[in-house]
C-alpha cells in the first residue's frame, strides 16, 4: 500500500505527522492537496511538518525559542572554543572552519547516542574534542542555550515533567532508523499515552525492479533522460552522488528538453549576483587589477550593462598598463583618464572607502554597512529581475543577511574582514534553488527520498562503491565505540544491513523500478571501472543494454559542413598591413593564427605578471641599449671609455629611464621591484658592451629605424632595433632578443623567423648587407648568433660569398610566398611545428586539440 493511502484517514482525522525530512512533508502535502481537489471536498490544513520544525514548535509551546542556537551560532561558538583551546596548547590548526563542522558533527553523534562523559578518549583527537565539547557545554549552560543535539532529552523531560501534552495519537513517516535519543523520546511519548504510528514500507510490485548496466556514465545518462522523457505519470530519479552528479544531469535534461526539480540546490555564493556583492565587499588595499576589471565588467553594478563597451575599453587599458597590484587612488586615477561612465569612477572611489574602513562593529551593523555600500555601487543592476534571481535576492535579504545578524548573540564586536569571511561562509553553506512549478520529474538523493512514492522510478549510480556505502566513521570519537553502538558508516555490517534496507524501500516506491550503474564515469578505456553493487547481483543479472540509440531519441539532423580554411583576400590600398613583420612570421608558423591575430585582431586579453615580465624586461633592455648607443655611436667611441665610464653612463641612463616611465608603472610591485631590475639591466648592459669590444670597427647607422617596403604585393611596416656598418663599408642587421636565440633557424625550411631576413632583403641600407645577427642579451650568456661573410663577430664563422647569396635567394623566395598567402587570405589551421601551439592564445578559437582527437578516434576505428 502507498505511504500515502495508509496516511489518508490520519491526514482526515488532523493526526499530526512528522516526517524525516522536509520534502517528504511537502511531498505529502501537494498528494493531499491534490486528492481534495479531486474529490471537489473543502479540506482543513493538515499539520504536517518535518522532525527538526516539530521541535522548534514544542520549544515554542514551552515558551523558550529564544534558547536554541542555529547553525551559525553553534559554529561560532565551536570555532571560538577550538581557537581558546588551540591557543592554550599552543596548537596551530590550518582549517578552523573545517575542524568545527567535524566537531559539530561528532558532538550531535554522541549526544545522539548519549555518550557525553561516558568514555575514556585515548587518541590525541578523541582528548581534543572532549575537551572542546566540555567547554562547549559549559558555555551554553552559563548561557542558558539550547542547540539541536540537546533538544530530543530535553523535550523527553518536558513531557515527562507535564509541561508539554503530547498528542494523542503521532505518526512518524519515512524513518529508516532512528538514534537512541529518538527512541527514548518515542518511549517517553508512550509512556504519556501517545500512540506512535509508523507505516509499513510498501511491499515490491509484483514486477520485480530492472537493472540496467552500461559502459559510461554518460551512456546512463543518456538512457536516464531519455526514460524520463517518454514514460508518462510522476517519475521519480534518485542519485546517490546527487551533489557530484547535479551538473551533468542538468545538462543531460536539459539537452532533451525534460523538466525536472532537482532537490538539491546550490550554495548562494555560486550565482553572480551574490559572486559580485561578496567580491565588492571583500576587496582589500591595494586592489588587484582582476578584482577591479571583473567588477568593471559585471552586469550587476550600476553601469556594467548600460555603459558595457566603454567598461571593456577601460579594463584593456588597465592591462595595457601593466597593471597587477595597485592602491585604490591609483585606480581611480586611472580611470579618470579613460572615457568611462561616472559610475565606474564612483565603483572605484567605494571600493577605496570600504577598504579604508577600520571600525569594530556588531555583525548586525556590519549586515547594514554592507548593504548600504552594495546599494551605492547600483547592486544588484539595472537588468529586470527574473522570477529566479528575484528570489535569490530574497535569499540574501532572508536568509543570509539574517544569518550574519544572528551572529551578535555569541560574537562581540568584529572588523570588516572578519563581518567578511562569515558573510562568505554562510554564503557557501545556505543552499538556493529557485522556486518552480511542480514537474512530473522530481530528482533526488538517496536519503532523501525516505518515505517517496511516484508511478514510475529509476535508481543510477548503483556500483559496488556507492550501494554498500564506503566506512566514514567520525574522526573524534573511539572508533571501536562506533562499531559497538552501530553508528552510521563505522562497520561494513551496519552499511550492508542499512542499504538492504534502502534497496527494499525503494523497490516498492513505485509501480516500475529500474536501477542502474556505469563501469566507469568516462568513455575512457583507461578509466576505473567499478562493478553494480553485490546487492543487485544477487536479485538478478543485468539486462544489456541495446544496441544502437533508443527509439525516443531526437532525430539526427545533419550538419552543414563548410571548408573555412581561406579568409577573403587582403585589399590594402597602399596602406602598410597590420602586424608588420610578425604577420609574416605568424604566417610561416600557422596560416590561421596569422588570419586570427592580424585581419581579425583577435587576441587574448593581458594578464600582468607581478614585478616586470619578460615583454617588459625586454623593452626596457632595447631602450638601455638604444640610449647607450645614441650617446656612443660607434666602437671607437666604446673603446675610448672604461668599463667604470660606461657604468656610470648607464646608471644616469637608468635613472633617466626610471623617471620617464614611472607614470607607466602604475604597479605596486613594479615600484618595489625597480631596484632590483635596474642592477639586473646594469649588468647585463656591461656584459653586453664586454662583448662588443671584441669586434672589429664599426659605427652604428639606425637604432629603432622605421621603414615602409614593398614585399611581393603587400606592403609592410618594419622597425629594425640596430643597424651597423663596417670601416669596409657592410652592414650587419642587429635584431636584440632576450631568449635563447640559434641562426639555424634562419637556415631551416620553412623560415619560421622572418624579421632579420625582411630588413636585410627589402630595407633602405647605407651599403651592401653582409650579414644578420640576433643580440642574445642574457645574463652570463650573451652572444651573437649570426649569419653572413663579417668575420670579426665573435663566436660566428662567417659564410662564403656564394653560400651567403643563396642564402639571400631563398628567403627572398619563402617570404614571396608568405606575402602572397597572406595577400589571398590562406587561414588553414596548419601549424608548421607541434611547439607552435605550445603558446598560442587561439585555441579555444581553432580548436585544433577537438580536431587531433577526432583525428585519432577516426584512426582507431580504421
Given at each position: 500500500?502507498?505511504?500515502?493511502a495508509?496516511?489518508w484517514?490520519?491526514?482526515?482525522?488532523?493526526?499530526?505527522?512528522?516526517?524525516?525530512?522536509?520534502?517528504l512533508?511537502?511531498?505529502?502535502?501537494?498528494?493531499?492537496?491534490e486528492?481534495?481537489?479531486q474529490?471537489?471536498?473543502?479540506?482543513?490544513?493538515?499539520?504536517?511538518?518535518?522532525?527538526?520544525?516539530?521541535?522548534?514548535?514544542?520549544?515554542?509551546?514551552?515558551?523558550?525559542p529564544?534558547?536554541?542556537?542555529?547553525?551559525?551560532?553553534?559554529?561560532?561558538?565551536?570555532?571560538?572554543?577550538?581557537?581558546?583551546?588551540?591557543?592554550?596548547?599552543?596548537?596551530?590548526?590550518?582549517?578552523?572552519g573545517?575542524?568545527?563542522?567535524?566537531?559539530?558533527?561528532?558532538?550531535?553523534?554522541?549526544?545522539?547516542?548519549r555518550?557525553?562523559?561516558?568514555?575514556?578518549?585515548?587518541?590525541?583527537?578523541?582528548?581534543?574534542?572532549v575537551?572542546?565539547?566540555?567547554?562547549?557545554?559549559?558555555?551554553c549552560?552559563?548561557?542558558?542555550?539550547?542547540?539541536?543535539?540537546?533538544?530530543?532529552?530535553?523535550?523527553?523531560?518536558?513531557?515527562?515533567a507535564g509541561?508539554l501534552?503530547?498528542?494523542?495519537?503521532?505518526?512518524?513517516a519515512?524513518?529508516d532508523?532512528?538514534a537512541?535519543?529518538?527512541?527514548?523520546?518515542?518511549?517517553?511519548?508512550?509512556?504519556?499515552?501517545?500512540?506512535?504510528?509508523?507505516?509499513a514500507?510498501?511491499?515490491a510490485?509484483?514486477?520485480?525492479?530492472?537493472?540496467?548496466?552500461?559502459?559510461?556514465l554518460?551512456?546512463?545518462?543518456t538512457?536516464?533522460?531519455?526514460?524520463?522523457?517518454?514514460t508518462?505519470?510522476?517519475?521519480?530519479?534518485?542519485?546517490?552522488?546527487l551533489e557530484?552528479?547535479?551538473q551533468?544531469?542538468?545538462?543531460?535534461?536539459?539537452?532533451?528538453?525534460?523538466?525536472?526539480?532537482?532537490?538539491?540546490?546550490?550554495p548562494?555564493?555560486?550565482?553572480?549576483?551574490?559572486?559580485?556583492?561578496?567580491?565588492?565587499?571583500?576587496?582589500?588595499?591595494?586592489?588587484?587589477?582582476?578584482?577591479?576589471?571583473?567588477?568593471?565588467?559585471?552586469?550587476?553594478?550600476?553601469?556594467?550593462?548600460?555603459?558595457?563597451?566603454?567598461?571593456?575599453?577601460?579594463?584593456?587599458?588597465?592591462?595595457?598598463?601593466?597593471?597587477?597590484?595597485?592602491?585604490?587612488?591609483?585606480?581611480?586615477?586611472?580611470?579618470r583618464?579613460?572615457?568611462?561612465?561616472?559610475?565606474a569612477?564612483?565603483?572605484?572611489?567605494?571600493?577605496a572607502?570600504?577598504?579604508?574602513?577600520?571600525?569594530?562593529?556588531?555583525?548586525?551593523a556590519?549586515?547594514?554597512r554592507?548593504?548600504?555600500?552594495?546599494?551605492?555601487?547600483?547592486?544588484p543592476?539595472?537588468?529586470?529581475?527574473?522570477?529566479a534571481?528575484?528570489?535569490?535576492?530574497?535569499?540574501?535579504?532572508?536568509?543570509?543577511?539574517?544569518?550574519?545578524?544572528?551572529l551578535?548573540?555569541?560574537?562581540?564586536?568584529?572588523?570588516?574582514?572578519?563581518?567578511?569571511?562569515?558573510?562568505?561562509?554562510?554564503a557557501?553553506?545556505?543552499?538556493?534553488?529557485?522556486?518552480?512549478?511542480?514537474?512530473?520529474?522530481?530528482?533526488?538523493g538517496?536519503?532523501?527520498?525516505?518515505?517517496?512514492q511516484?508511478?514510475?522510478?529509476?535508481?543510477?549510480?548503483?556500483?559496488?562503491?556507492?550501494?554498500?556505502?564506503?566506512?566514514?566513521?567520525q574522526?573524534?570519537?573511539?572508533?571501536?565505540?562506533?562499531?559497538?553502538?552501530?553508528?552510521?558508516r563505522?562497520?561494513?555490517?551496519?552499511?550492508?544491513r542499512?542499504?538492504?534496507?534502502?534497496?527494499?524501500?525503494?523497490?516498492?516506491?513505485a509501480?516500475t523500478?529500474?536501477?542502474s550503474?556505469?563501469?566507469?564515469?568516462?568513455?575512457?578505456?583507461?578509466?576505473?571501472?567499478?562493478?553494480p553493487?553485490?546487492?543487485?547481483?544477487?536479485?538478478?543479472?543485468?539486462?544489456?543494454?541495446?544496441?544502437?540509440?533508443?527509439?525516443?531519441?531526437?532525430?539526427?539532423?545533419?550538419?552543414?559542413?563548410?571548408?573555412?580554411?581561406?579568409?577573403?583576400?587582403?585589399?590594402?590600398?597602399?596602406?602598410?598591413?597590420?602586424?608588420?613583420?610578425?604577420?609574416l612570421?605568424?604566417q610561416?608558423?600557422?596560416?590561421?593564427?596569422?588570419?586570427?591575430?592580424?585581419?581579425?585582431?583577435?587576441r587574448?586579453?593581458?594578464?600582468?605578471?607581478?614585478?616586470?615580465?619578460?615583454r617588459?624586461?625586454?623593452?626596457?633592455?632595447?631602450?638601455?641599449?638604444q640610449?647607450?648607443?645614441?650617446?656612443?655611436?660607434?666602437?671607437?667611441?666604446?673603446?675610448?671609455?672604461?668599463?667604470?665610464?660606461?657604468?656610470?653612463?648607464?646608471?644616469?641612463?637608468?635613472?633617466?629611464?626610471?623617471?620617464?616611465?614611472?607614470?607607466?608603472?602604475?604597479?605596486?610591485?613594479?615600484?618595489?621591484f625597480?631596484?632590483?631590475?635596474?642592477d639586473?639591466?646594469?649588468?647585463?648592459?656591461?656584459?653586453?658592451?664586454?662583448?662588443?669590444?671584441?669586434?672589429?670597427?664599426?659605427?652604428v647607422?639606425?637604432?629603432?629605424?622605421?621603414?615602409?617596403?614593398?614585399v611581393?604585393?603587400?606592403?609592410?611596416?618594419?622597425?629594425?632595433?640596430?643597424?651597423?656598418?663596417?670601416?669596409?663599408?657592410?652592414?650587419?642587421?642587429?635584431?636584440?632578443?632576450?631568449?635563447?636565440s640559434?641562426?639555424?633557424?634562419?637556415?631551416?625550411l620553412?623560415?619560421?623567423?622572418?624579421?632579420?631576413?625582411?630588413y636585410?632583403?627589402?630595407?633602405?641600407?647605407p651599403?651592401?648587407?653582409?650579414?644578420?645577427?640576433?643580440?642574445?642579451?642574457?645574463p652570463?650568456?650573451?652572444?651573437?648568433?649570426?649569419?653572413?661573410?663579417?668575420?670579426?663577430?665573435?663566436?660566428?664563422?662567417?659564410?662564403?660569398?656564394?653560400?651567403?647569396?643563396?642564402l639571400?635567394?631563398?628567403?627572398?623566395?619563402?617570404?614571396?610566398?608568405?606575402?602572397?598567402?597572406v595577400?589571398?587570405?590562406?587561414?588553414?589551421?596548419?601549424?608548421?611545428?607541434?611547439?607552435?601551439c605550445?603558446?598560442?592564445?587561439?585555441?579555444?578559437?581553432?580548436?585544433?586539440?577537438?580536431?587531433?582527437?577526432?583525428?585519432?578516434?577516426d584512426?582507431?576505428?580504421?
Open positions: 500500500m502507498a505511504l500515502f495508509q496516511l484517514p490520519e491526514l482526515q482525522a488532523a493526526t499530526p505527522i512528522i516526517t524525516v525530512n522536509r520534502r512533508a511537502r511531498h505529502l502535502l501537494q498528494h493531499y492537496y486528492h481534495c481537489r474529490q471537489a471536498m473543502a479540506w482543513p490544513v493538515p499539520l504536517v511538518e518535518d522532525l527538526a520544525s516539530w521541535f522548534v514548535r514544542q520549544l515554542a509551546l514551552l515558551g523558550e529564544g534558547r536554541l542556537l542555529n547553525r551559525p551560532q553553534q559554529q561560532a561558538v565551536w570555532q571560538q572554543v577550538i581557537r581558546d583551546d588551540a591557543a592554550r596548547c599552543g596548537l596551530q590548526l590550518l582549517q578552523l573545517a575542524t568545527a563542522e567535524q566537531a559539530m558533527a561528532a558532538h550531535r553523534l554522541s549526544c545522539a547516542y555518550l557525553v562523559g561516558r568514555y575514556a578518549p585515548a587518541r590525541a583527537e578523541e582528548q581534543a574534542f575537551r572542546w565539547q566540555q567547554a562547549y557545554l559549559v558555555h549552560r552559563q548561557q542558558d542555550w539550547l542547540d539541536e543535539a540537546a533538544l530530543p532529552p530535553y523535550l523527553c523531560q518536558a513531557f515527562a509541561r501534552t503530547p498528542p494523542e495519537r503521532l505518526v512518524l519515512g524513518f532508523e532512528m537512541p535519543d529518538l527512541h527514548q523520546l518515542c518511549d517517553q511519548l508512550r509512556q504519556c499515552g501517545c500512540q506512535l504510528i509508523e507505516p514500507v510498501a511491499a510490485p509484483p514486477q520485480p525492479p530492472r537493472f540496467r548496466l552500461f559502459d559510461s554518460n551512456d546512463e545518462l538512457a536516464l533522460v531519455d526514460w524520463a522523457a517518454v508518462p505519470g510522476r517519475r521519480l530519479i534518485v542519485v546517490p552522488r557530484a552528479l547535479r551533468p544531469l542538468s545538462r543531460a535534461l536539459a539537452r532533451r528538453k525534460v523538466a525536472a526539480n532537482l532537490s538539491l540546490g546550490r548562494l555564493s555560486q550565482f553572480g549576483p551574490i559572486q559580485t556583492a561578496l567580491r565588492f565587499l571583500s576587496v582589500q588595499e591595494p586592489l588587484a587589477r582582476s578584482e577591479l576589471s571583473y567588477l568593471l565588467r559585471s552586469p550587476f553594478l550600476a553601469g556594467g550593462c548600460s555603459q558595457r563597451e566603454q567598461r571593456v575599453r577601460a579594463d584593456l587599458a588597465l592591462r595595457q598598463a601593466r597593471l597587477r597590484r595597485a592602491d585604490c587612488a591609483t585606480c581611480v586615477d586611472l580611470l583618464r579613460q572615457p568611462v561612465d561616472t559610475a569612477v564612483r565603483l572605484a572611489e567605494l571600493l572607502q570600504q577598504s579604508c574602513c577600520r571600525e569594530r562593529l556588531p555583525c548586525s556590519w549586515a547594514g554592507f548593504s548600504a555600500w552594495l546599494e551605492q555601487a547600483g547592486w543592476g539595472e537588468r529586470a529581475l527574473d522570477s534571481t528575484y528570489q535569490l535576492l530574497e535569499s540574501w535579504q532572508e536568509k543570509l543577511l539574517p544569518a550574519l545578524c544572528s551578535d548573540r555569541v560574537l562581540p564586536v568584529c572588523d570588516r574582514r572578519q563581518a567578511l569571511a562569515w558573510l562568505e561562509q554562510l557557501d553553506q545556505i543552499l538556493f534553488q529557485p522556486e518552480a512549478a511542480d514537474e512530473p520529474v522530481q530528482v533526488v538517496l536519503l532523501e527520498s525516505a518515505g517517496l511516484a508511478d514510475a522510478l529509476w535508481v543510477m549510480g548503483l556500483h559496488d562503491q556507492e550501494l554498500p556505502a564506503a566506512l566514514d566513521p574522526p573524534f570519537l573511539p572508533r571501536w565505540l562506533q562499531q559497538r553502538l552501530d553508528m552510521p563505522a562497520s561494513q555490517d551496519r552499511e550492508l542499512f542499504a538492504r534496507q534502502q534497496l527494499q524501500r525503494l523497490a516498492g516506491a509501480s523500478v529500474c536501477f550503474c556505469s563501469r566507469r564515469d568516462s568513455a575512457d578505456e583507461a578509466a576505473i571501472q567499478r562493478r553493487s553485490p546487492l543487485l547481483q544477487l536479485q538478478q543479472p543485468p539486462l544489456p543494454e541495446p544496441a544502437g540509440a533508443l527509439a525516443a531519441a531526437p532525430p539526427v539532423v545533419a550538419l552543414e559542413c563548410q571548408n573555412d580554411s581561406r579568409g577573403l583576400p587582403l585589399v590594402t590600398a597602399g596602406d602598410p598591413a597590420r602586424g608588420g613583420a610578425a604577420l612570421r605568424d610561416a608558423h600557422c596560416p590561421f593564427k596569422a588570419y586570427a591575430r592580424h585581419r581579425l585582431g583577435l587574448a586579453l593581458e594578464e600582468p605578471a607581478g614585478g616586470f615580465d619578460a617588459q624586461r625586454g623593452t626596457l633592455i632595447h631602450r638601455l641599449l640610449e647607450f648607443w645614441q650617446q656612443l655611436g660607434s666602437s671607437v667611441a666604446l673603446l675610448h671609455r672604461d668599463e667604470n665610464a660606461c657604468r656610470q653612463l648607464l646608471q644616469q641612463l637608468l635613472a633617466d629611464l626610471a623617471s620617464s616611465s614611472a607614470g607607466v608603472w602604475p604597479d605596486l610591485q613594479q615600484r618595489e625597480w631596484p632590483l631590475e635596474a639586473r639591466l646594469l649588468e647585463l648592459a656591461l656584459q653586453w658592451q664586454r662583448l662588443e669590444r671584441q669586434r672589429g670597427a664599426f659605427s647607422e639606425q637604432l629603432e629605424q622605421v621603414c615602409q617596403v614593398s611581393g604585393p603587400l606592403q609592410l611596416r618594419l622597425i629594425c632595433d640596430r643597424l651597423d656598418r663596417s670601416a669596409a663599408g657592410s652592414v650587419l642587421v642587429i635584431d636584440y632578443k632576450t631568449a635563447r640559434s641562426a639555424r633557424v634562419l637556415q631551416q620553412p623560415l619560421l623567423e622572418p624579421q632579420l631576413p625582411l636585410a632583403l627589402y630595407a633602405p641600407l651599403g651592401p648587407v653582409a650579414g644578420v645577427a640576433f643580440a642574445q642579451l642574457r652570463d650568456d650573451c652572444r651573437f648568433a649570426a649569419l653572413g661573410t663579417l668575420d670579426d663577430l665573435p663566436g660566428v664563422e662567417p659564410l662564403a660569398v656564394g653560400d651567403w647569396r643563396e639571400c635567394q631563398q628567403w627572398r623566395d619563402q617570404i614571396e610566398a608568405l606575402a602572397q598567402a595577400a589571398d587570405g590562406a587561414a588553414a589551421v596548419q601549424p608548421a611545428q607541434p611547439q607552435v605550445r603558446n598560442c592564445d587561439l585555441q579555444p578559437l581553432c580548436r585544433i586539440t577537438l580536431r587531433d582527437q577526432q583525428e585519432g578516434s584512426a582507431e576505428g580504421c
